[in-house]
T-cell receptor, first 112, second 114 residues
Framework: TQLLEQSPQFLSIQEGENLTVYCNSS?????LQWYRQEPGEGPVLLVT?????EVKKLKRLTFQFGDARKDSSLHITAAQPGDTGLYLC????????????FGKGTHLIIQP | NAGVTQTPKFQVLKTGQSMTLQCAQD?????MSWYRQDPGMGLRLIHY???????DQGEVPNGYNVSRSTTEDFPLRLLSAAPSQTSVYFC?????????????FGDGTRLSIL
């Protein structure tokens, strides 16, 4: 069974601060996705990273896939209250149909 | 464009009762799946389907049945509800069966088993 460990589990910071969320595994993934989930709603895809070492930017969010494709990080610059939510990483082991392996998530609270 | 629609949004059952959670998508997606989300456990795959008439088991299939008679619908059946099945259930769909495709999730069904 492939596992994805996310850290930290909980993070509460002030508006304007920077933060990084980590997603680590001992297994290799063919791709990794980051989702954001708000209370009472389903996860919404933020980004998919496929190539080892790949960096993708989405406004103030920067996503990186590790060179060995075993880990990923999400960095938020100048966090805003609207960034509050549950951030989930999810890995695909290959091209198969047996779904994604999800991390347990990082609960992020940005205080005004 | 409704996307993925799940009904009901909330449900309370007694132990031993059966019920069906409905999931419908209007994006003509081939791949559909069911996950359950529990505190401290993350999202875990229950069953999935790569197309109409084809279903398979995920990580935690026991106590659940699925069928896929049409491309649009993928209902999840609880055969005899148990308190351990108290959870939030999410249906997801994507264009193809490849797990690296973006998954589109519904807003979930919150199920309590007493």
């Amino acid at each position: 069974t492939q596992l994805l460990e996310q850290s930290p589990q909980f993070l509460s910071i002030q508006e304007g601060e920077n933060l990084t969320v980590y997603c680590n595994s001992s297994s290799v993934f063919s791709s990794l996705q980051w989702y954001r989930q708000e209370p009472g709603e389903g996860p919404v895809l933020l980004v998919t990273v496929v190539t080892g070492g790949e960096v993708k930017k989405l406004k103030r969010l920067t996503f990186q896939f590790g060179d060995a494709r075993k880990d990923s990080s999400l960095h938020i610059t100048a966090a805003q209250p609207g960034d509050t939510g549950l951030y989930l990483c999810a890995g695909a082991a290959g091209g198969g149909a047996d779904g994604l392996t999800f991390g347990k998530g990082t609960h992020l609270i940005i205080q005004p | 464009n409704a996307g993925v629609t799940q009904t009901p949004k909330f449900q309370v059952l007694k132990t031993g009762q059966s019920m069906t959670l409905q999931c419908a998508q209007d994006m003509n997606h081939e791949y559909m799946s069911w996950y359950r989300q529990d505190p401290g456990m993350g999202l875990r795959l229950i069953h999935y389907s790569v197309g109409a008439g084809i279903t398979d088991q995920g990580e935690v299939p026991n106590g659940y049945n699925v069928s896929r008679s049409t491309t649009e619908d993928f209902p999840l059946r609880l055969l005899s509800a148990a308190p351990s099945q108290t959870s939030v259930y999410f249906c997801a769909s994507s264009w193809t069966y490849r797990a690296d495709q973006p998954q589109h999730f519904g807003d979930g069904t919150r199920l309590s088993i007493l």
